[in-house]
């Protein structure tokens, strides 16, 4: 389990790391899209289970209290430590969306201002029961999943539907839809994908954004993560690295390929 788990942050780290190293591209409709705000220098493209991300110059990392901030402006220097800032307990992952940055805890969401890229400030904070808490965003939607029975505590299973409200933005809960086993999740445009560890896949279709409507579930996988790249869905599961193909005009996934992990 140790080899998949390592393997899962190298695979999840390239991706970000790639999508930086050809920022250039991204912003110019390669098919990476961003995390980040549009007017960003550089940019990077995470799974929702990420535990560090990139805004604009900087990266930020996570620990299990603490987050701190890297200048990366110079590509030909090591990041540059800048400041660190103490969140809290149980701080799991990160989602960085228009200059804020979402932190999925274990008794809630904060929502962090990036008015001052060095030094992340807590501006909102949504409270939840204890459990394991990936989050993503989209327009003014927050999407976190709640799973419990795990090292997080707590026994809740569900999908929590959050809308970004007022004028600096303030999470605002709007629905909640009860899962298995929920991991973590990504979105693009009408089109939500969670993973449910043994349970498999889920496609959602949210042209309406607080009521999902399930497309299809694929059952023959164990699911973890997922990063939708504009109509190329990557998953990585228990056994390896899959590939799928999916589109908005229409609610169809295809497998296109498999990367097995050596268990």
């Known amino acids: 389990m140790k080899k998949i788990s390592s393997i899962i942050s190298i695979f999840w780290g390239t991706i970000i790391f790639l999508s930086l190293s050809s920022s250039g591209c991204a912003s110019g409709g390669s098919g990476l899209s961003s995390n980040v705000a549009p007017n960003a220098s550089q940019t990077g493209k995470a799974g929702s289970m990420a535990r560090f991300a990139i805004n604009g110059n900087y990266l930020y990392t996570l620990d299990n209290r603490q987050i701190t901030s890297f200048d990366i402006s110079n590509p030909s220097i ?7 800032t103490t969140l809290g307990f149980g ?3 990160i989602f960085p969306y228009n200059n804020k940055l979402y932190i999925g805890t274990q008794t809630g969401m ?3 201002s990036l008015n001052d890229p060095e030094r992340p400030m807590i501006q909102y904070q949504f409270f939840h029961v204890r459990s394991c808490d ?3 965003v989209q327009n003014d939607y927050v999407y976190v999943t709640l799973r419990g029975g795990v090292v997080c505590g707590g026994a809740t299973n ?3 539907i959050l809308k970004m409200e007022g004028a600096e933005g303030q999470p605002n809960f709007k629905s909640r839809f009860s899962m298995i086993s929920p991991f973590g999740l990504g979105i693009d445009g009408n089109k939500l994908f969670i993973c449910e560890g043994t349970s498999g896949l889920k496609f959602f279709d949210v042209s309406s954004p607080t009521n999902p409507m399930l497309i299809s579930h694929i059952t023959n996988i164990d699911a973890y993560d997922v990063i939708p790249l504009g109509n190329i869905l990557l998953m990585i599961g228990k056994d390896g690295l899959y590939q799928y193909s999916y589109n908005q005009a229409s609610n169809n996934i ?3 390929s498999k990367i097995n992990i050596e268990r």
Not at 78 to 84: D, G, R, W
């Open 78 to 84: 090591a990041p540059v430590k800048k400041a660190v």
């Open 91 to 93: 701080i799991e992952t």
């Open 110 to 112: 904060q929502v962090l």
């Open 134 to 136: 990936p989050v993503v």
């Open 158 to 160: 569900e999908l929590n």
């Open 254 to 256: 295809a497998l296109l």
